[in-house]
Each structure stands twice: as C-alpha cells, then as structure tokens.
C-alpha cells in the first residue's frame, strides 16, 4: 500500500544566534498516519513545529506539503493550506466560551457565521465538549482546554494537524482518552504528526517515530525499533522504556 | 451568555426586557417634550456624544484589544474638514461628514498599517504621536484657523444645513441617531466574523494567525470603522457649538475622556461605553459647575480625577462597571 | 558653518535623549512594560531641582544627586503600588494603568503649581563659550557631560556590578534568572528606580536652560519612544546611539526644512523604523 507523502522537510535548519535548534532535518510525514516526533528537552521539537507551522522561517533548507513549497510561509496561509497545530502551552482564547473559541476555527472555512456554528458543533460533538460548549474556556480544566484547542484546530478542517505536547499535564485517565482521540481524528481522515514526552502515550499510538537530539534527527522508524535504538537510548540517558515491558 | 435557562424563564426574561425596551423608547423619544430647558438636554446630547465615541473606540480598544491614545485626531478630523469644506466652498455638512469620513480613513492606512504589524505598545505610542502632531499642524496652519480657530458660518437653520439656533431639540435626536448607529453596529459585529476575528486577535493574537486571521487586516478593519464614527461625532460637535480650535477638538484630554468613559463603564461590552457617559458625563459637567470659580485650575482637576480614577481602574476593575455588576450579579446566585 | 553648528548642537541635545531614553529602555527590557508617565516623571525632576533654588537657594547641579536618589525611590514606589499589581494583568491594564498615571501627574502639577513658565533663577551654569568658532551654550554643554557620566555610570552598573548583572540576566531571560535565585520582583523594582532615576538626572540637568511648564515633559517623552524603539526595545547601548541619532534628526530637520516639522520628522523616523527594522538597531524585540 504505497502511501503519498504529505509532508516533506529537506534539510531544515534553524538558528539562534550561536544555537542550532534544528541542523538539517529530513522527514516525510505521509498521508494518513500518525507520526511522532520525540527526543529530549531542548532538541528542537518545537522549534520545528514552529517552521513547519510559519512562526519561524528556516534558516536553511524546504518544506513542501504536497508538490508545494510552503517553506516561509506566514502561518495564516499555512493554516489555509490545511495545516493546523496546537500550542505547548495552551493558547485558547480565555474571554471567549468553548463554543465560540471552536467558532473562530470554523469561520476559516465556512462562508457564513452560521455555517461556522453548525461546523463548531459537530466538531465539539466529536471531541465530547459540547455540554460544556457555553463555559468561558478559562474556567476549563487543563485537560479540557487542550481539548478545547485541538477542537479549535480540527474546526479549520485540516489535513495536517500538529499536536505539541498534547498530552501533558494530565493525569492516566485523560491520557488514556486522549489517545482515543487522537486515533478518531485519524479514522476521519486528518494526518497526525505528534510531539510528545509521554512515553506510553507515544509508544501505542503512533504508526512511526522520529528522534530529535541536538537538533538533528538521530533515528526513525516503528515504535518497536525506536524503542531498542541505541542512540535513542543513549540520548535520553537511561530513560528505561522497552516495547512490550 | 447565561448557562441553559428553562424556557418559562426565557419567556419571561424577554417580556421584561421588552418592557423595558420600551420604556427607555419613550422616555428617550419623549425626553426634550418634558425638559425644554436647555441645560438637561445639552447634558443628554453630552452623554449621546460621548457614548457614541466611546463606542467607537470600543470596537478597535474593546473587541479588538489596541489601544489607541490619540483617538482625538479622528474627532479633529471630522470637525475641521466638514467646517473648512463649509467655510470655503459652502459645501454642506452632511457632504462635508462624508469628507471627514473618507479622510479619517486615509490616515487609518498611513498610521495603522506599518504599526499594527507589531506589538499593542507601538500602536499605543503612535496613536499619542499622532495626535499631539495633528493638534500641533493645525494649530500652525492658517488655512485650518491655526490656533485661533473657526466659526461655523450662521447660516438658516434646518436640517440641510445642520444648524438649530431656536432650540437643542434637533440636536437631540440626531446625537440620539448618531448614538445608535454605533451601538446597533457593534452589536451587528458581535455576531459576525469580523466581531469573533476581532475577540480572537485580541486573546491571542499568534493562535488567531495560527487559525487563519490575517490580523492585520482585521486590526486595520477596526481602526476604520472606529475612526469613521469618531468623525462623524466630529462633524456633529462642530455643527452644535459652531466654534472649534485645536484645544477643543484635539486635545490629548479629549482622547483621555473617551478612553476613561469606555474603561469605567467596560471595554469590550455592549453597554459599557453608555454607563461610562452616564456615570462619568453628569459628574464632569457638576464638577464644572462647581469648580468654576477655579478658573484654568479648575480643569486641572478634572484630570486629577480622571487620571487616578484611569489608574484605579486598570489595577483593580479593568472590566468596569459593567464587570463589577456582572460579579454582584454571581455573587448574588 | 551652521551647519556644524547645528550638528554640534543636535549631539547635545541627543544625549539628553539619550539619557532619558535609558530609563525607558530598560523598564521596557525587563518586563515588556512602556512607562507612559515618563515625560511626567521627567517633568516632577525639573520642577524638583527649580523648587528647591527657589526656596532654599540649592543650585540645580548640587541638588542633583538628592533628585537622582528621589526619583529611584519613586520609581521602586511605583513600581511595589501600581505597577506590580498589572504584571499579569491583559496589556489593556497595563498601558492604562501608566497613562493614567501620566495624566494624573501632569494635572496635578498644573493644580497645584499653575500652568505659568518658569525658569530657575541665576543657575551656576550659564551663558556661552566659544569652541572651534562653534558657539555652545555652557548649560546645554554640562548637560550633556552630565547625561554621558550618567551613561557611563549606568554601564557600569549594569556591567560590573552583581546587582547589575542580575538585572541583566531578568532582562534576558526571566525564567532562567529566577531558577538561579533571582528575585524577579526585587529586579523589577531596582529597574524602576534605575530608569526614573536616569530621568531624574536628565530632568535636574535640563532645568538649567530649560522652561518648566506641567506639560513641558510631553514632547521629550515622545522623543523618547521614538529613540528607544530605534535604538531597540531594551538595549542601553541602543537608546544611547539613538538618542544621538534623534537629535541630529530634530535639530538638522528644523534647521533645512523649517522648524514647525522637525516633530513630524522626528514621527516620519519612528515610522520608517518600526516597518522596516521593527527590532530598532540593537534591539531584541
């Protein structure tokens, strides 16, 4: 089953100042699956996400989404592109309730204010919000207002959906749904490209994995294999996880 | 908007505020038949121009989250052009708002467009800049009056030249009408894209970009629409007290008050700008009277108040009056 | 000739710019906060150094180290009543909460000592000296001497000094600092006093040749803005070499094109500026 690539990132650096956050990374993300992106604090998996997403241009290197070169474009137009993304610290609109933070997502691709509600709806459905859809979203739980981002996110109805650090903070009930979520997300059709510290999480859902060290990509490859590599091990100095226990 | 409420509750609700609609309807219709004096109607047109500005600048400070300092200079604007238009070439007032209108918009685009694309602070400087070099250029430039200023010619009254000498009521009605528009636009923009792009730029304006706002667009939106019914509150003033100068239609104490009445009501609310002219307006016309043997000094106190009252505000109540009644009311359940 | 004159006399100027631009500079470095009272602040240092010739016969340069030291006291009280309290609070609150304390400021001074001008009596530093054939007004000459030592004082403050370092560090990053054992707030308050205190100095020095009005520190605070967001939000080097920059722009301006559009000039720099280098020349923002 040949499956296109969805996302491709030839050489991509990043600089600051003195440090290199990202040195040269490749990658393909392809149609359909769950990718994730691991590695220790400070190996640059943000900052990525932060060149793919237009908040930073690469210092070198492309990307492309499909046959299209959108390195160093603004994140308006990425996200009109079909990429979405969330925030490592969640970015909801605080003053705003769960319905109309989900509105303003929506609003991207419907036509009318009332075409942006029903989409909002149906998706607040999908990640099981609704009944809370008329709290302001500062008064969420942790879990709710990553929920409540990722709504937000999936209302522009992307291809693409960037999910930084998704899963933190929150406790084995919440990551356990989270995963369920993530996994819907995908039957619906939405390609999936994770970052995550949350080992078990990351090890169950994902179809492959990345490694970051350094800002270079250090392994790739099915969870399995990432999890018995080496250089992976050695990176994470001793972060004990092997598949299957 | 409240959490479910049970339909009989929701009926009842809107009777009441259906009777209430209409009491205030009356008695705002009804007003200048009751109190013919002028006093109490030049106190209302007051507070009708003053909310009406306020909102104005509510929907670029309010919904939109950019402070603007300096939103005399599209007051400024609005006066001098209808009034120059009319000194010069007998141009009618109602043309010349119009022309305050456009002219507004075109300094929107040279100021707002090179400094919406950074942070709130760089607006916030170049919206004080801008003002103080307007109220500075007119007040050097003999063809606006310079600093002596402009009398409205006296010409026959009616509503073709925008002039009521025998009574204020006109006047009235129109800073009634002028009052809301604004407050039906901005309720028109809370329901549509634009009102949502505006509350998202101003939570968080990197998410918005990330969900497809082109803020700066936006944030450019709301500064025109702002500016024009500033204008128009322009043209208004100059056509009710026929005289303007620089240090009445440019002030940077002008730009003070507007701030202040949307901030002590609410920014960002509906009716935050009307409870700030109505709390704020009838105290600053007592403390004129009051302080009138004062002289210059007596202005100066105004501002004392309304600097500690901005001050007070801002650390305590940012969300005005109409959030402190929105928590007795919580607190009251 | 008047040229080199004007040159001459748009440095001066600049470094008073440049001083009081410091102050701004590094409040604005620290915790992203403009402090819209800053003319008034300014304004409080000018009347302070003239009250106290006026009553008590203090030349202004004796009493500016007492002015120095009461303007950093009111910075750090500025910052522990008002300032401290909106940290969190939307950016809304926090330019409000400085404006209002500008207008507050300037409305009082107005209340209580008139909107009169007035001048400090018989300064020790007066009149003109002749330099090169270039004439330089012996005030306009200390001031700026002065506005340099407090530049080089700042330096080396902020360079050698643990303190200064500290400040440094909360300046750069705030996170990072605190996890060393920094007390952000404590930094804070000490970059309130530093940057008043800076006015302060710029204020006592001006009130040698300049009128003292409520509203006279306006127009420097407006320069102000525009020189810190050329030199860069929050570089100390960058405000200095701005500074220079703004009063080279302000005096030459008026002289070759006319003075009544030296302020529009000056406004037409802060426009260039924030499109095409947002950053400023050495800024971080």
């Known amino acids: 089953m040949a499956m296109s690539v969805l996302l491709r990132l030839d050489q991509v650096s990043k600089r600051f100042g003195g440090l290199v956050a990202n040195d040269r990374v490749c990658l393909e993300v392809h149609e359909g699956e769950i990718l994730g992106l691991i590695g220790p604090n400070g190996a640059g998996k943000t900052t990525l996400f932060n060149c793919i997403s237009g908040f930073y241009p690469p210092d070198g290197g492309r990307i492309f989404f499909r046959a299209q070169d959108i390195t160093g474009r603004s994140p308006e137009e990425i996200a009109r ?27 991207l691709r419907a036509r009318t204010v009332g075409e942006a509600r029903e989409r909002a709806l149906r998706v607040l459905e999908f990640t099981g919000l609704k009944d809370k859809m008329d709290r302001l979203a500062a008064h969420l739980t942790i879990a709710d207002k990553k929920r409540l981002e990722l709504s937000r996110a999936l209302a522009t109805h992307p291809t693409l959906l960037l999910l930084d650090e998704v899963m933190a903070g929150l406790n084995p009930q919440e990551i356990r749904e989270a995963v369920d979520l993530v996994r819907a997300i995908r039957a619906s059709g939405v390609t999936v490209f994770v970052v995550e510290h949350v080992m078990e999480a990351i090890m169950t859902v994902c179809d492959r994995i990345a490694v970051l060290d350094y800002g270079r990509k250090i392994a790739e490859g099915a969870p399995a294999s990432i999890a018995t590599n080496e250089d992976v091990i050695k990176a994470y100095l001793g972060v004990g996880y092997r598949a299957g226990g | 908007m409240g959490e479910g409420v049970s339909r009989p509750v929701a009926r009842a609700r809107i009777r009441w505020m259906g009777l209430l609609v209409f ?151 129109i800073s009634l009408l002028l009052f809301m528009a604004v407050t039906v636009a901005t309720a028109f923009l809370e329901h549509s894209r634009a009102g949502y792009y505006f509350r998202a730029i101003r939570a968080d304006p990197d998410a918005a970009r990330s969900l497809g706002i082109p803020i700066h667009r936006y944030k450019l939106l709301a500064l025109a629409l702002s500016a024009v019914f500033t204008a128009m509150g322009g043209t208004f003033y100059a056509q009710y007290v026929l005289y303007i100068d620089p240090e009445s239609v440019l002030p940077l104490m002008l730009s003070v008050i507007i701030c202040l009445v949307a901030v002590l009501g609410g920014v960002g609310t509906l009716w935050g700008p009307v409870l700030g002219a109505v709390v704020l307006i009838p105290l600053s016309e007592g403390t004129r009277v009051y302080l009138a043997g004062m002289g210059g000094a007596g202005r100066a106190f105004d501002l004392i108040v309304y600097g500690a009252m901005i001050v007070l505000m801002s650390v305590f109540e940012p969300t005005g009056l109409v959030g402190l009644w929105r928590r007795v009311r919580r607190a009251w359940r | 000739m008047i040229l080199l004159q004007g040159v001459v006399n748009g440095v001066l100027l600049g470094l008073v710019y440049a001083l009081i631009a410091a102050g701004l500079s590094l409040i604005f470095g620290l915790m992203e906060i403009v402090n819209f009272a800053h003319g008034q602040h300014l304004m409080l240092a000018m009347y302070g150094a003239y009250w106290l010739a006026v009553l008590y016969g203090v030349d202004p340069l004796l009493s500016l180290p007492l002015w120095a030291f009461a303007l950093f006291l009111l910075g750090v009280a500025t910052y522990w009543l008002v300032i401290a309290r909106v940290l969190r609070a939307p950016m809304l609150a926090q330019i409000f909460s400085t404006f ?146 703004i009063g080279l722009t302000e005096v030459l301006s008026g002289l070759l094109i006319g003075p009544a559009y030296k302020y529009l000039f000056v406004f037409l720099v802060y426009l260039v500026v924030v499109v095409a280098r947002p950053r400023g020349l050495f800024g971080r923002y």
Not at chain 2, 112 to 123: A, C, D, I, K, V
Request: with cysteine; aromatic share 16%.
């Open chain 1, 81 to 107: 592109i079909g990429i979405a993304r969330t925030f490592q610290i969640v970015r909801i609109f605080k003053d705003l309730t769960v319905l109309d933070n989900t509105v303003v997502g929506a609003l």
């Open chain 2, 23 to 173: 009491a205030a309807a009356v008695f705002l219709l009804g007003y200048p038949y009751v109190f013919t004096a002028p006093f109490p109607q030049h106190l209302m047109i007051r507070i009708f121009l003053f909310a009406a500005l306020a909102q104005a600048w509510n929907i670029l400070g309010g919904y939109c989250g950019q402070i603007s300092l300096g939103h005399a200079v599209f007051f400024g604007i609005g006066a001098y052009t209808s009034t120059i238009l009319l000194i010069r070439w007998h141009i009618s007032p109602w043309v010349g708002m119009l022309a305050g209108v456009l002219l507004s918009l075109a300094v929107t685009l040279v100021v707002g467009y090179p400094t919406f694309r950074l942070s709130g602070h760089y607006f916030a400087i170049a919206t004080i800049a801008v003002g103080e070099i307007a109220r500075f250029l007119v007040a050097n430039w003999p063809f606006a009056g310079g600093a002596v200023g402009l009398y409205v010619p006296l010409l026959r009254e009616g509503l073709r030249t925008f002039e009521f000498h025998t009574t204020k009521a006109p006047y009235y009605y």
């Open chain 3, 100 to 245: 209002g304390l500008g207008v507050f400021l300037q409305s009082l001074a107005q209340f209580v000592w008139s909107p009169d001008f007035r001048l400090v009596p018989s300064p020790l530093v007066k009149g003109r000296v002749e330099i090169f054939g270039l004439f330089v007004g012996v005030p306009e000459l200390v001031a700026s001497i002065g506005a340099v030592a407090a530049f080089a004082v700042l330096y080396l403050f902020v360079m050698r000094t643990e303190s200064g370092r500290a400040l440094q560090a909360t300046s750069e990053d705030r996170e990072a600092a605190a996890l060393v054992g920094i007390n952000s707030h404590r930094m804070f308050a000490l970059g309130w006093g530093i940057g008043l205190a800076c006015v302060g100095v710029a204020g006592v020095l001006l009130s040698n040749f300049y009128y003292i009005f409520p509203e006279v520190g306006f127009p420097f605070a407006l320069i102000a803005y525009v020189t810190v967001a050329l030199g860069g939000f929050g570089s100390i080097p960058g405000a200095f070499i701005a500074g220079i920059l």
